[in-house]
């Protein structure tokens, strides 16, 4: 059995949004059998770290295995709201988008 | 066993209008719900009630009224819209007066008010009600002075009521998104008040009806690019079963996709915790229901759950936040990076020599990292940049100060780093900053003055 580095893209979709100065982003993968392997990685520890400066809140997730979804509650991380950021994304819309880019390790033959 | 269709016909104000024309045409459907209201938009609202003491309603509600009124009427479909804002009497005379010049005669308009509590603050501060802000705990004072507009979510009743009593049209303030779909599941099937399962079925139906295409197919972040016919985008149906099983699906022949995947991407789409999706009318389980996938554009969802609506509803309370003044340059390639770099060198020590009183900087290189901030790698090779454009903005509670920070940007077109696109016009503002704040405040408090009032053409 052989690991392989991929990015979240190539097993997820996700969608993002704002609720006041709180984003949530929701990953969901196209196939169940991905869905332990996104428990188990992703994490609200490495979803903060991933985000960086721009998340000055905690991170907390929900696991949502009804539709092979991990939601993501991003506290304090639009800079302030969409009326009152400085943030070009005011609406918090591309951080989804942003987590498919992190890495994750997957046996090569549940790919 | 009986079935009601529900057309969305609009997701935020400014949303196009095909979406909602084509629904009440082709839809088959018997209600049309709009929301037109996000958190942000009552904080727009209320810039424009400054100029026009009458506006403060949602003002593409005109052209819409326009386009969709005759068929409606001709069609028997009723509208359910929050499109009222700030001022739902004042959406609700507007819709007198188009129905009038359209020759539309017996048509019944409700307008839901209460929702509205910004002047009864006061007398929530005189009896103690806790207005801390929900999410941080942070104690009403620091804001309560430059508070511009409070107004609590409300839920579907004061709706069912005016379809009770024979309404074609409902004007609302800022009711829940979800109740105004709910609200004529209510009246069609005469759930019971506390069937929580059901009205917690209904309120996800509105959920994914609320932001129009974002469950067809818009912002879909899977294979977006084989969504079909993009350009012609159908906005969901929701085809609801007595029983509370929901099919989402669109308008038959309109572009787009509903599939598990393009509806289950919604059913997160601004959720917090998915056990507990916090509605004035229940709180719905979104981990519960199941989704299948019948194919032709039709998804069933079953086994919905929910639990006691909560004792609470949110009131949201938008506060004057200082000013934001802000200003793009655009380098081009050679060094276009370098050259960017030297430029927020240059106004970090304008701003520091000027000591503009600003509370927050920020920089953004559009085309690198002014999406993703942090997150986004740098590229490995800087010369393969073709253009950057270099933004900076700021926040500050002094008047002067945003106009001064605007002023130092022409300049350096002539004296600062070469190859910089524009020479003028480049910054913009000062706009006016509006903060965010939600608190939880006694249903009971709230709802007792909540009225619905008819007028009829």
């Known amino acids: ?111 | 066993m009986k079935t009601v269709r529900i057309g969305a016909g609009q997701g935020f104000w400014g949303n196009g209008q095909f979406g909602a024309i084509n629904m009440v045409k082709s839809g088959e459907i018997q209600y049309l719900c709009c929301d037109a209201l996000a958190e942000l938009t009552l904080a727009i609202l209320k810039k424009g009630m400054k100029k026009d003491a009458y506006a403060g309603w949602v003002n593409d509600l005109t052209p819409l009224m326009f386009k969709i009124l005759l068929i409606c009427k001709e069609k028997g479909i009723k509208v359910i819209t929050n499109h009222g804002g700030l001022n739902p009497a004042g959406a609700t005379a507007e819709v007198e007066r188009i129905a009038k010049e359209l020759g539309i005669t017996g048509l019944k308009i409700a307008t839901v008010t209460g929702d509205d509590v910004f002047d009864r603050l006061g007398e929530f501060e005189e009896k103690g009600l806790d207005l801390s802000n929900m999410d941080t705990g942070e104690s009403i004072d620091a804001i309560k002075e430059r508070a511009l507009f409070a107004n609590a979510y409300i839920g579907a009743r004061p709706i069912v009521e005016a379809l009770d009593n024979g309404a074609d049209i409902v004007i609302t303030g800022r009711a829940a998104d979800s109740s105004l779909f709910l609200a004529p599941l209510i009246h069609e099937f005469h759930w019971s008040w506390d069937d929580w399962d059901k009205l917690a079925a209904g309120t996800l139906a509105g959920h994914l009806l609320e932001c129009a295409a974002q469950s067809t197919g818009g912002n879909f972040l899977g294979d977006w690019w084989n969504v079909p016919r993009m350009e012609e985008i159908g906005y969901p149906i929701a085809e609801v079963r007595e029983n509370g099983e929901v099919v989402i699906t669109k308008p038959v022949g309109s572009g787009g996709r509903v599939s598990v995947e393009t509806v289950s991407e919604q059913m997160v789409y601004e959720t917090l915790d998915p056990n507990n999706y916090i509605v004035p009318d229940v709180i719905a389980d979104f981990t519960s229901p199941v989704l299948e996938d019948l194919g032709n554009d039709r998804v069933m969802i079953k086994n919905m759950k929910g639990k006691p609506r909560p004792e609470k509803l949110k009131v949201f309370i938008g506060y004057q936040d200082g000013l934001a003044s802000s200003a793009l340059l655009l380098y081009a390639w050679p060094d276009a990076m370098k050259k960017a770099r030297k430029m927020e060198e240059i106004i970090r020590y304008e701003v520091n020599k000027l000591k503009l009183p600003i509370v927050d900087f920020h920089v953004d290189y559009v085309g690198l990292n002014s999406v993703h901030g942090s997150a986004a790698p740098m590229p490995a090779d800087e010369d393969s940049i073709n253009e950057i454009g270099v933004k900076f903005s700021i926040k500050t509670y002094d008047k002067g100060a945003a106009g001064k920070f605007a002023g130092l940007f022409p300049s350096w077109a002539l004296d600062g780093p070469p190859a910089l696109a524009g020479t003028g016009g480049f910054a913009s503002g000062p706009r006016e900053l509006l903060g965010p704040w939600s608190a939880l405040v006694d249903r009971n408090e709230i709802e007792p003055n909540i009225t619905v009032s008819y007028r009829e053409v």
């Open chain 1, 1 to 111: 059995m052989s690991k392989k580095t991929i990015q979240l893209r190539q097993i997820c979709h996700a969608r993002s949004g704002d609720k006041a100065n709180n984003v949530n982003a929701g990953i969901l993968v196209y196939n169940p059998k991905h869905y332990p392997v996104i428990v188990e990685q992703v994490t609200a520890e490495k979803v903060k770290k991933h985000f960086g400066e721009i998340v000055q809140g905690n991170v907390e997730s929900y696991e949502m295995p009804n539709i092979n979804a991990i939601n993501f509650v991003l506290r304090k991380a639009l800079g302030g709201g969409a009326s009152d950021t400085l943030f070009i994304d005011n609406l918090g819309k591309c951080y989804g988008a942003s987590l498919l880019r992190m890495e994750i390790e997957i046996e090569e033959s549940l790919l």
